[in-house]
């Protein structure tokens, strides 16, 4: 084993070591962008049905019967 290695290993592992941040970084945000964009679109969904639907759904939902399943 030359000089070379103690050096040259050393430095591989450091780069492998910042790709691997930098790849699960970029991964982690577009994660959270995205469960943000989810969030954003549920919620608007929710407040066009229920601004929409206030009456319709009120009366719907009390002329349901409640039904137990056992």
Same mark, same amino acid.
């Given at each position: ?8 290993i ?5 780069? @492998?070591? $910042?790709? @691997?941040?930098?790849?699960g970084?970029?991964a ?5 962008e995205?469960?943000r964009?989810? $969030?954003?679109?549920?919620?608007? $969904? ?5 601004? @929409? ?16 399943s056992s």
């Amino acid at each position: 084993m030359s000089s070379a290695h103690v050096f040259y290993i050393p430095v591989i592992f450091f780069v @492998g070591l $910042l790709a @691997g941040y930098f790849m699960g970084r970029n991964a982690a945000e577009e994660e959270s962008e995205e469960k943000r964009r989810r $969030l954003k679109r549920r919620k608007a $969904l929710r407040q066009s049905s229920s601004a @929409g639907d206030s009456s319709k759904s009120a009366s719907h939902h009390s002329a349901e019967p409640e039904t137990e399943s056992s």
